[in-house]
């Protein structure tokens, strides 16, 4: 519509479809929810949050020991740290703003492409010598919004329905999967959106839509930067190119075939010469595959992401162990067959069974001449990025966090689920005219099932109990002794303690030798002991081994502790009668309170000189 101006030209008037508006509508919505539950119900991190900040803003130093994974994984390390480490870790220093060459510098260290940490550097940047989750989370609500709005108009296509598409975005968006992953302060949500926007320029190649060149050019800066964000990106893209490399040869589209085949190398090849680090991650880091002994068979492994998805998006579960129903349903669909085949040559010759037969064939020429093949490609896809995540990562000892490295193709599992009962219900005549309030309905189900019966994963309640938690605690005159399992795990306390005096950061199953150590606090400040009971409970099931040494294994089985000097099992009590009769025979320790981190209980004791 369009109307006339006081020189005489007409100019249009933009008006939003109400598809739109009503997208943007459901866009603030979740926003909304996912900004609250941050702000009311998150209280502490997963170790790899603070990490996030620590990679992207810590100047040439990526951890907070040593240089290399191996220096944080060592249980005997020990070290003394200043608040003011903790801080420069995690903050952007005055004269270290937009230093992008230190951010690429400590991804080349870590298991991680930089274009995440290189964004949150950049916020930080704007905003030096200060920390706060908003700047981490402020790349999740771009991705958000970005990612919606591209997995609309790639459901509006594929499924020629834009109710249908605001269904897709409303079950995935309001899912507590969506919850979770963007309440997570990682680069999965930006992961995630890039996978949506590579989803929505493979639509417009299958549907012809715009200049081939043109989608080419938008698919390669996508696979690109896709690459550089997580290396998980390259077998998604890896596996949408194979598809749609045999969709083209087999639909003998030839120079398109060659064109795309060389952009995607290109995009891919370049993101490696950009960044050679990929390779050493990719094939000679083993920091998610340790303890493969300890792994779940492949299936097993498949099942188990598939189950994560499904309770994420929609609250069911998938069973990980029991095959017996599998048994059934095989014997069921033999003995089917067994009644049938003999049926079918009996009624060979009949009339209505020639019909019905004819009908039939015409129904599968109908079928796979309408096929719609993104769905496959959808499929193919998702199955080969879940056989990935359980090829490398040892989803025993991850569990439900897991699900991070499946948040990004969930969305386009949800589109091919609507894109299935779609078709069903379509191909029912009696119902097809009502199949946006039946999906409607469905949809609404999905949602309340997901915040039912999904876990609300990466809040981390700090269920703090007696006088306070460690913040609390914290001032410019304060010092810690922290006992805790892996060095590693520091990262976790670092913006609770980062006002602090000092801190000595010890394993607790090492603590008796570190008494020395241990005396050079400065006792002119206040002075808490942090235990992590958590670690003593993995201490207190030791076995004898076929040596007849303590021995303690992880759930990777990898060998926590094994010392014939520490044969006697260390309990709590054990350490404060240890601190009160030999490191400060003349102190006390005093119960302070308790705290979770990271999702384990952590003991704080005051250090009270004896009147």
């Known amino acids: 519509m369009s109307k006339k101006t006081e020189n005489g030209t007409h100019s249009k008037k933009i008006t939003l479809k109400p598809a739109i508006i009503v997208l943007l509508v459901l866009i603030l919505l979740q926003i909304v929810i996912v900004s609250f539950t941050l702000i009311n119900k998150k209280e502490n991190y997963h170790s790899d949050e603070p990490w996030s900040y620590g990679l992207a803003n810590s100047f040439y130093k990526p951890f907070l020991f040593g240089e290399t994974h191996v220096g944080y994984c060592q249980l005997d390390a020990r070290s003394w740290l200043t608040g003011e480490d903790l801080h420069n870790y995690l903050t952007v220093q005055p004269g270290e703003c937009f230093r992008f060459d230190s951010v690429w510098y400590n991804q080349e260290l870590d298991v991680h492409p ?36 591209f997995l ?22 309001f899912s507590q999967g969506f919850v979770n992953l963007n309440v997570y302060l990682r680069m999965y949500s930006l992961l995630t959106m890039f996978a949506i926007i590579f989803l929505y320029c493979h639509v417009r190649l299958y549907t012809e839509e715009g200049s081939f060149v043109k989608n080419m050019i938008i698919t390669a800066v996508v696979t690109f930067l896709g690459a550089l964000t997580h290396h998980y990106f390259l077998a998604f893209a890896f596996i949408w190119a194979a598809c749609f490399c045999f969709y083209y040869l087999f639909s003998k589209k030839f120079t398109e075939l060659f064109r795309y085949a060389y952009s995607m190398i290109i995009s891919v090849m370049l993101s490696i010469v950009v960044f050679p680090s990929t390779f050493v991650h990719m094939f000679f880091d083993d920091v998610l595959n340790h303890g493969s002994e300890y792994k779940m068979p492949l299936i097993n492994g498949i099942r188990a992401c598939l189950s994560l998805i499904v309770n994420s998006v929609c609250g069911g579960k998938v069973s990980v162990w029991s095959t017996g129903k599998y048994a059934y349903v095989f014997i069921a669909i033999v003995a089917l067959l067994a009644v049938c085949i003999p049926l079918c040559f009996l009624f060979r010759k009949e009339v209505w069974f020639k019909n019905a037969v004819g009908k039939t064939k015409d129904s599968i020429v109908y079928f796979f001449k309408h096929f719609d093949f993104m769905l496959l490609f959808i499929v193919i896809t998702s199955l080969f990025c879940m056989t990935a995540v359980a090829l490398s990562v040892n989803i025993n000892s991850m569990m439900m966090y897991t699900d991070r490295y499946l948040f990004f193709i969930m969305p386009q599992l949800t589109l091919a689920a609507a894109m299935v009962i779609k078709y069903i219900l379509s191909v029912i005549p009696k119902i097809k005219k009502a199949v946006p309030y039946i999906m409607t309905a469905a949809a609404c189900v999905s949602i309340v099932c997901s915040h039912i019966y999904c876990d609300k994963r990466y809040l981390f309640p700090a269920n703090i109990t007696g006088k306070g938690g460690i913040e609390s605690t914290c001032t410019e005159n304060t010092s810690y002794l922290l006992l805790s399992g892996y060095p590693w795990q520091m990262v976790c306390y670092a913006d609770k303690m ?37 670690e003593l409970g993995k201490v207190d099931d030791f076995k004898d081994n076929d040596s007849g040494v303590a021995e303690s294994r992880d759930t990777n089985g990898q060998i926590l502790f094994d010392s014939e000097a520490f044969n006697d099992r260390i309990t709590e009590q054990d350490v404060i009668d240890n601190f009160e009769n030999v490191v400060f025979p003349d102190s006390h320790l005093e119960f302070y309170g308790t705290e979770e981190i990271f999702g384990g209980e952590v003991k704080i004791y005051e250090l009270v000189q004896n009147s």
Request: hydrophobic share 45%; aromatic share 16%.
């Open 114 to 149: 930089p274009v995440y940490y290189c964004l949150l550097h950049f916020i930080c940047s704007l905003f030096p010598d200060s920390f706060s989750n908003w700047y981490a989370f402020a790349i999740n609500i771009i991705a958000m919004i970005v990612g919606q709005i």
């Open 152 to 173: 609309f108009k790639a459901a509006s296509k594929l499924c020629k329905s834009d109710i249908i598409a605001l269904l897709v975005c409303a079950v995935w968006g």
């Open 498 to 534: 980062m006002n602090c005096d000092e801190v000595f950061v010890s394993s607790v199953y090492r603590f008796k030798e570190n008494t020395e150590e241990f005396r050079k606090i400065d006792r002119n400040d206040k002075c808490y002991i942090i235990i992590d009971s958590d």
